[in-house]
C-alpha cells in the first residue's frame, strides 16, 4: 500500500513537472495530437532537426486526415519531389509562437520559407491558415506552439491574382478585360477576394455586349470592381445569405444550399484558389450590376 502510494505520488510529481516544464517540442507535440504523416514526412524532408531546435516556432500541424484528403497525384508528387515537400511543409511553420489569441484576420505570418506568407483569417472567431481551418489550437510545446489543421495547405500560393489568372486559360477574357479597365496594378495591392468569371461566362454574355463593356472603361471598370471585395473571404468564411459590400460599393449575396456556393446567379465552380494577394473563386456567369 505504502509502496502503491510512493509510486502514485511520483508519477503525480513527473506528470507536474511535464506540464510545467513542457518537455515536449513541436513535433512531439504534433506527434502526441496524431499528425503522424506530418512527422514522418518533416522527417524525410529533414526539416526535424530545425524544428526540434531552439524556435520558437509556430507549427500549423495537419492531421493524418488532412494528408490523406490531398489527392493522389498531389501526395505522389510530394513524396516523390524532396524539393517540393520541403516548401510545401516549410510553409506550415512560421517562427514565434502565436497563439490564436495573438492572431488577426488576413495577418500574414513568415513561414520558415522565407518567401512566402501564411494567411490568416478569422471567421466567426475560427482561425484559418491560408483557407486550412484550425481544429485545435494552442498546444503548447517547450519550443512554440503547435495547431492543428483540418487540411493541408496546398498548393502555396506564389503569384498575385492578375499573374495567376493570367496563367489559367480559361480566365483569358478576364484577364483581358482588367488589362483594358487598367486594374492590373490595383489588383496587386489587396488583399482581395475574387469572383473570377471564366470564359464560358463571358460567351453566355448577349451578343454585343462583352465589346461595349470593352469599348467603355467607366462601365468595364464598374463591373469589373463588381466582382472584387477586399479582404480574404475563403469559401469557409461565407454564409448563407450574406451580403458582401464590393470594391464597386454595390453588394453581392451569398447563398449557399449544400455544398453549391453562389453568388448572386453565378455558381461558383471552383472554390479557393489562393493568390498571394487573397484568393480566388472562380465563377460560371458575369455578375449584373444592380440597377
Ligand atoms: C501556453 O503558453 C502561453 C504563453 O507562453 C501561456 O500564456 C498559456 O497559459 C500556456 N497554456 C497552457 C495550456 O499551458
Ligand atoms: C459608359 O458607361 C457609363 C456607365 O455605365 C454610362 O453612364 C455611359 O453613358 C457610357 N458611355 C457610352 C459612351 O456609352
Redesign the pocket.
Known sequence: MFILLTMYKQFLFLLIVKTVYCQDNVLDVAKNLGANQLVKLLQDAELSSVLKGKGPFTLFAPTDKGFSALPADVLDKLTKDKTLLKQVLSYHAASGAKLSSDLTNDQLLESLDNSQKIRINIYDGKVFATGSQVILPDKNASNGVVHMLNKVIYPVPTENVVALASKTPELSTLVYAIIRGKLEKTLTEGPFTVFAPNNAAFQKLPPGKLSDLLS?E??LV?LLTYHVVSGTVYSAGLKDGMEVPTVQKSEVRISINGGTVKVNDATVIQADVSVSNGVIHVIDTVLTLPS
Open positions: 467603355n467607366t462601365a464598374d
